[in-house]
């Protein structure tokens, strides 16, 4: 046993960016060993000695960034194809079954392809979505396997199996973690492990070469043109129209209200605005704690979780570039969010995800590489896209970035509606617990079930996962 007293600074960055960055965990005094670490433990006759070190660093250096030529940027995608050609050939090295994930996008493609190459009888798998066509990608994967002759197994899952593995995503996170697209890496992992014990991802891929929308987006507002400056002030409108996630229109009415939200912040806070899911206003309202300044008086609370936000963050300057942004994607997001979820779904069902993308020579390298290399206002993951296009089909590579997510919306106004109500009105066990703002809850509910959700089945599937897990390891 062993003191169990929740970290409200870990709760509030939990609803601000769907998990919790290590150190920090949900419990106070109790942390996470951070990537590139390893702890060094001596015990005497007395006493225990532990020290913590650190044995990598992403190797950075401004200075790297250079304007290039043409040349230059054809010199640096043979290089690349060198060098993730003969990461994939490694991680293919194995005396046990290997397959890859198959999602359609660039990455995972790219990867596959190599390993088609390098293996014959390599299988690739994907998850579809027969029934929620908005939510399914195989199409696109259909197409690449047929076009690389791969041998393709697509597992078509239905609503019932994605509410399974939130059923048993529930019962098995150690830590509260906020990210639903979990639930799709375990259906997958689960149905591949029956046929591999190794899979190769594409995952870092977007990390490295500026792959999400919040890239494309942070390059406009450095470089903007007309329609970027109207789009920025037009942040009134955003607001007054309906938005989710569970349409095309309704989602990119989102994005926009992101948009307009980061226009007037500074490369820092607009980071952190759009790393998250909500605004720190948002998140402060959810949590029965100040957490943010207020008429210059600072909790300790407060305190603390400015001193993590800036430590998060130390990478970001107000005069470098956009490679500061994705160092720190790499350091926070990647480690805490993406490979978080990958790792833990696929370990719960015996599945080893190898990611190719990641081999230090290949990150090492993008981190010398300017930011004009890899986005620029239409195109992102530009000299990945550049690099490889010939083992693709056009279909993939003018294919839209989409995540991997699933129908949270549907859910709670559907099938999963009662969980959630039982969770969010019971109002005397919210306000025994004592760390949220029960008004705050009962507009999230009330939201969530109008015709302007926006991203409150985000927030609501984060609180049913902290009620789950707090009750079963608190109460």
């Known amino acids: 046993q062993f003191p169990r007293e929740i970290d409200k600074v870990s709760l509030f960055t939990l609803f601000k960016l769907n998990y919790i960055p290590a150190p920090s965990t949900i419990l106070k005094k109790h942390h996470k060993l951070e990537p590139g670490h390893y702890l060094e433990v001596k015990w005497d006759e007395e006493d225990l000695m532990i020290k913590k070190h650190r044995w990598y660093e992403i190797p950075y250096n401004p200075a790297d960034e250079k304007d290039l030529s043409a040349h230059d940027y054809k010199q640096s995608q043979t290089v690349l194809k060198r060098m993730v050609r003969e990461s994939v050939r490694k991680r293919l090295v194995a005396d046990v079954p290997v397959g890859t994930f198959l999602s359609g996008g660039l990455d995972s493609s790219i990867i596959t392809a190599i390993a088609k190459q390098e293996k014959k009888d390599i299988t690739a798998y994907s998850i579809g979505f027969e029934s929620m066509p908005y939510y399914d990608e195989s199409n696109l994967a259909k197409k690449v396997s047929k076009h690389l002759g791969v041998d393709h197994h697509v597992f078509q899952v239905s609503e019932n199996d994605l509410l399974e593995s939130a059923e048993y995503i529930l019962e098995h996170l150690d830590e509260p973690f906020g990210d639903s697209s979990i639930l799709n890496v375990n259906v997958l992992s689960q149905k591949v492990r029956k046929d591999v014990t190794v899979a190769l991802s594409g995952d870092g891929g977007d990390e490295l070469f500026a792959g999400y929308h919040k890239h494309g987006a942070e390059f406009m507002l450095r470089y903007p043109r007309l329609q970027e400056h109207v789009a920025g002030?037009?942040?009134?409108?955003?607001?007054?129209?309906?938005?989710?996630?569970?349409?095309?229109?309704?989602?990119?009415?989102?994005?926009?209200?992101?948009?307009?939200?980061?226009?007037?912040?500074?490369?820092?806070?607009?980071?952190?605005?759009?790393?998250?899911?909500?605004?720190?206003?948002?998140?402060?309202?959810?949590?029965?704690?100040?957490?943010?300044?207020?008429?210059?008086?600072?909790?300790?609370?407060?305190?603390?979780?400015?001193?993590?936000?800036?430590?998060?963050?130390?990478?970001?300057?107000?005069?470098?570039?956009?490679?500061?942004?994705?160092?720190?994607?790499?350091?926070?997001?990647?480690?805490?969010?993406?490979?978080?979820?990958?790792?833990?779904?696929?370990?719960?069902?015996?599945?080893?995800?190898?990611?190719?993308?990641?081999?230090?020579?290949?990150?090492?390298?993008?981190?010398?590489?300017?930011?004009?290399?890899?986005v620029n206002h239409s195109v992102k993951k530009k000299i990945l896209r550049d690099a490889f296009e010939e083992l693709l089909p056009v279909d993939v590579l003018n294919a839209p970035k989409k995540g991997f997510e699933v129908p949270l919306l549907e859910w709670f106004t559907g099938m999963m509606k009662n969980k959630f109500e039982s969770v969010s009105e019971d109002r005397e066990f919210i306000e025994n617990q004592n760390l949220f703002n029960v008004s705050a809850i009962e507009e999230l509910r009330s939201k969530l079930y109008s015709k302007n959700p926006g991203d409150t089945p985000s927030i609501a599937w984060t609180f049913l996962v902290f009620q789950t897990w707090y009750k079963r390891y608190m109460v």
Do not use: C
């Open 233 to 374: 002030k037009l942040g009134s409108l955003w607001n007054a129209l309906p938005a989710s996630r569970s349409g095309k229109m309704s989602n990119l009415v989102r994005q926009l209200r992101k948009f307009s939200d980061g226009y007037q912040l500074n490369s820092r806070d607009r980071y952190w605005r759009w790393a998250g899911i909500i605004s720190e206003e948002e998140a402060n309202y959810l949590i029965k704690e100040e957490m943010l300044y207020r008429e210059q008086r600072l909790s300790d609370d407060a305190h603390i979780y400015k001193k993590r936000k800036d430590h998060l963050l130390r990478a970001i300057t107000k005069s470098g570039t956009m490679n500061e942004g994705l160092l720190t994607d790499m350091g926070m997001v990647l480690a805490n969010d993406m490979l978080f979820k990958v790792d833990h779904a696929s370990m719960m069902h015996g599945l080893e995800v190898r990611t190719p993308l990641l081999d230090h020579h290949v990150v090492k390298f993008a981190f010398r590489l300017p930011v004009m290399f890899k």
